[in-house]
């Protein structure tokens, strides 16, 4: 199997990040040149017509795309350790604590950064400035339900680590292009757990 | 069990149709008035912290939130007829296919009419006029992805009827809110598609 990615990018770091958690050995990585808009080419869109990575690359020839649904098919080919829930209403609570993170915080986040950083202009046009400064409130407001979560409980979704974990890590780490640290803007347990996560191998893919 | 929604929303829709689909009896259905903000009371925020419906109120006292995850926990509790994929593998692809439409057309299109429509005022403040005009570009834009997909399947994720095709239908229903209609716009296979969808019973709910 082949990965195809973007060194720096959040999604792409996800799924190494899960594959490392997985110790998933022989799948190759391919960058893709973002700034030079590879993802726009007709191979590429060939392969995922929404022109987005990650992509893997399946030995039968199949593309897969969208970073959650890539993590789907590696949790049935290597099931263990489970990080997206061992039966139907586990998997619906850990997607639950997942779509949170996706849609509360790392789409603000993503907005934020991308329609106010000069770097993310090749990718984002137009930037809409007003609207990407608005975006930091909305994160930061969001970023509350995540501090309270974390003060109850020690992971994103609950006592054990998962998937969820891994998406509010890439997320977070994102925005230190914008020299964003959450102990700095009021949010102790969002720190702490993030430095915990930082700690382990699968972070320094 | 009850599910919180708000009639003419677009993602409560989607569970409606889903337990049209499977003709799961017995569930409650109790309104939020999303225009009365009763989405951000502390008792609907102890229920979903991201103030967002729908949210499934399970027997056992626990809320579940995230349209696609109260999905994956009703596919559980009611396998027949699937609608998420029989394994890890094919709920890959349908997830893939679920979540292009969430991120590629359910987006930019969400974001063009509640950044411009005054009558979503309420629910999105500040409104950014010309971003969100720029977002019924990359929606028309990207639905060209959806257009070549029916071209060659019948289904939006293939062969067979799935969630994928529940996101995309309640997505671009919304859409008549500004008047859209794909056939109107160039997206034939996507107006034969949608109507073919309009006639099956769950698109009553």
New interface residues.
């Given amino acids: 199997m082949k990965l195809y990615m973007s060194h720096r990018a959040p999604n792409p770091r996800r799924v190494q990040m899960f594959i490392a958690e997985k110790a998933i050995a022989g799948i190759e990585e391919v960058p893709v040149d973002l700034n030079a808009l590879e993802h726009k080419t007709p191979e590429f869109l060939a392969k995922n017509?929404?022109a987005?990575i990650p992509i893997l690359a399946l030995d039968d020839g199949?593309s897969?795309?969208?970073t959650?649904?890539?993590c789907?098919?590696l949790?049935?080919?290597a099931p263990e350790p489970n990080l997206m829930g061992v039966?139907?209403?586990a998997?619906?609570?850990i997607?639950?604590a997942d779509?949170?993170v996706e849609?509360?915080l790392m789409?603000p986040l993503a907005n934020w950064i991308r329609h106010t950083h000069p770097g993310l202009a090749p990718l984002e046009q137009?930037q809409?400035g007003?609207?990407g400064e608005?975006q930091f409130g909305k994160f930061t407001a969001?970023l509350g339900?995540l501090e309270?979560?974390l003060g109850k409980h020690e992971y994103v979704a609950g006592d054990r680590f998962t998937i969820a974990d891994i998406t509010a890590f890439c997320g977070i780490e994102f925005t230190r292009l914008m020299k964003f640290k959450p102990g700095d803007a009021g949010f102790p347990n969002v720190q702490a757990w993030r430095d915990k996560i930082a700690a382990r191998p699968s972070a320094k893919v």
Avoid: Q
């Fill in positions: 017509p929404v987005r199949r897969l795309s969208e959650r649904a890539i789907t098919y949790e049935g080919i039966d139907a209403t998997r619906a609570f997607e639950m779509r949170h849609f509360s789409l137009p809409f007003d609207f608005s969001n339900w309270a979560a």
